[in-house]
């Protein structure tokens, strides 16, 4: 029963502290979403415009979530969660979207923000079911798909001076 409490409170505190989560639909890999907590749960918004993609996460549906520290982005903890959607305008999706709000960053249309949620996007709770994953011992990286891509080649020799020569005539 202890360490049931534990895991309840570890999941709580490294949610609500991490402003990033990763989290990983069934057959979807993880996709980092900001988040807030919210009773109990860790709240998102998405799959509209403007908004972050939540691929793989449906309503009853389940997830794996990972949180990552604040100060050095190591992953601290993963849990198990429960998808419930949100109804749009209900009181539950008002009050995560009154948390939501203060958190977004850079919305293009401010205080209208909660209107176009409603109409076009979707408001997930996250909802811990008292299972913790155990973390991986190695390092979960993996090689860059591949691109047509390129680096940048070095800039010329000559280059600077050219520059330098243009400035200097005004």
């Known amino acids: 029963m202890t360490s049931e409490l534990l895991d309840q409170a570890l999941v709580e505190e490294a ?9 990983a639909g069934p057959g979807v890999p993880a996709r980092a979403l900001w988040h807030v907590w919210h009773e109990g749960a860790a709240c998102v918004v998405g799959d509209g415009p403007d908004e972050q993609p939540l691929p793989g996460l449906t309503d009853g549906g389940s997830a794996e979530v990972t949180v990552r520290s604040k100060d050095k982005g190591g992953r601290l903890v993963a849990w198990q969660a429960k998808v419930v959607e949100l109804a749009p305008e209900s009181e539950e999706w008002a009050a995560a979207v009154a948390e939501l709000k203060g958190k977004r960053l850079n919305a293009p249309d401010g205080e209208a923000m909660t209107g ?3 109409r076009e ?31 940048r080649r070095p800039m010329p020799a000559a280059l600077h001076r050219l520059l330098l020569k243009k400035r200097r005539r005004r």
């Open 121 to 151: 996007c979707r408001v997930l709770r996250l909802e811990p079911t008292g299972t913790t994953t155990p973390l991986p011992d190695g390092s979960l990286a993996e090689a860059p798909l591949p691109t047509p891509a390129t680096t």
């Open 15 to 23: 949610t609500k502290k991490s402003g990033l989560v990763w989290v």
């Open 116 to 118: 176009r949620w409603a």
